[in-house]
């Protein structure tokens, strides 16, 4: 043990190094308390405590009686300390976000599907196609699909619900507590046109999510399409602070 440093907190930093090394990705559980005791060569109560800085940093699910699911990186949440979606950033810029169901269904999941929501065999999804307005004027389409049991939430709300994430929580306690973006330039489809008042070809910012409880269990994910100059993403790093990453944009 290094000097003055409780054993505990050199726990944590060699996970929290092992999570940023990629050693453990987000989504994937670390070992068992009685494994990870066995590995540092402590009581588990020490383990516990150190998993425990790490759930209050953010990285790890909380649930307590389950092995322990990685939320994301120390690195990557340093910038984004906070989930809000659409409709709360809407707010929290003195704007009036809004929405509108154009079309929802349920039908099988893509392998994507399956493994990005950890779904069983012969589960379905919830797809459901979403025009989201800032001030009335449209700029956002969401495709999402959501697991079963957030679906059949979701197949409850009114269809120009302005907050699905706030009625989620409000009504039946799902909270989105974490999530993982892509963002990348594209080009509109027939699809965005349509309902985006666009001519197929424009450009527009792709946004690929995939959202979390606070215990690590997936909810939804979504290819949300907005119209170029809408929104602005804006990041803050230096050599030491680093919350960007660059990746190849993956498929649907």
Not at 39 to 48: H, K, L, S
Not at 222 to 242: F, K, M, P, R, T
């Amino acid at each position: 043990m290094a000097k003055g440093i409780p054993r505990y907190q050199e726990i944590a930093r060699e996970l929290r190094r092992q999570i940023d090394s990629g050693s453990y990705p987000t989504g994937y559980s670390l070992p068992s308390e009685a494994q990870l005791a066995e590995r540092f060569g402590v009581a588990p109560g020490t383990v516990r405590q150190a998993l425990g800085v790490l759930v209050d940093e953010g990285m790890l699910s909380a649930r307590r009686g389950a092995r322990k699911v990685v939320m994301r990186s120390s690195v990557s949440s340093r910038g984004f300390n906070e989930f809000r979606s659409f409709a709360q950033w809407a707010y929290g810029q003195g704007r009036t976000p809004g929405g509108l169901v154009v079309e929802q269904r349920w039908r099988e999941p893509s392998e994507n599907d399956v493994e990005a929501l950890r779904l069983a065999e012969g589960d379905e999804v919830l797809q459901v196609l979403r025009v989201r307005t800032l001030d009335g004027e449209p700029i956002l389409l969401e495709r999402t699909r959501y697991t079963p049991q957030v679906g059949r939430k979701v197949a409850e709300l009114r269809p120009d619900s302005p907050s699905v994430t706030n009625q989620l929580r409000e009504l039946f306690g799902i909270e989105f507590a974490a999530a993982d973006h892509v963002f990348s330039a594209a080009a509109a489809d027939d699809v965005d046109a349509r309902h985006l008042r666009l001519a197929e070809g424009d450009p527009i910012l792709r946004h690929l999510r995939l959202s979390r409880d606070r215990w690590g269990t997936p909810l939804e994910r979504s290819e949300d399409h907005y119209v170029s100059g809408a929104v602005s993403l804006a990041v803050s790093n230096a050599q030491g602070n680093n919350s960007l990453g660059w990746i190849s944009a993956p498929g649907r």
